[in-house]
């Protein structure tokens, strides 16, 4: 079983910055591609930002393009997503998630049905 563990999330005002951590442990195979997703309250889960593990090939859903950055330590073995100019918008409960298989050659998978190991969560607070 693949464990995730986030970390990183708090409370930051508006235009503040966060980086979240997700240090992943106890895999059998190595992942082909780990996620950031989160959840705002009353909203269904939703994609932030992922990366092909071996290419390290990125990929952001529009609303945070130019405002995150989504990164890896393969010695670690840990994932981070660094988020700049934060929104109350960003308020949320952000996942890690790891899928194990193979998808596609140039379709990134972004829903959360397609993960199959996700983090507890850490929570993300941006208000005045």
């Known amino acids: 079983q693949v464990q995730l563990v986030e970390s990183g999330g708090g409370l930051v005002q508006p235009g503040g910055s966060l980086r979240l951590s997700c240090a992943a442990s106890?895999?059998?195979?190595?992942?082909?591609?780990m996620a950031w997703f989160r959840q705002a309250p009353g909203k269904e889960r939703e994609f932030v930002a992922g990366?092909?593990?071996?290419?390290?090939?990125?990929y952001y859903t529009d609303s945070v393009k130019g405002r995150a950055t989504i990164s890896r330590d393969d010695a670690k073995n840990t994932l981070y997503l660094q988020m700049n100019s934060l929104k109350p918008e960003d308020t949320a409960v952000y996942y890690c998630?790891?899928?194990?298989?193979?998808?596609?050659?140039?379709?990134?998978?972004?829903?959360?049905?397609?993960?199959?190991?996700w983090g507890q969560g850490t929570q993300v607070t941006v208000s005045s």
């Open positions: 998630a790891d899928r194990l298989t193979y998808y596609s050659n140039t379709y990134y998978p972004q829903s959360q049905y397609d993960y199959t190991y």
């Open positions: 106890g895999r059998t195979f190595s992942s082909y591609y």
């Open positions: 990366i092909r593990w071996s290419a390290g090939t990125t």
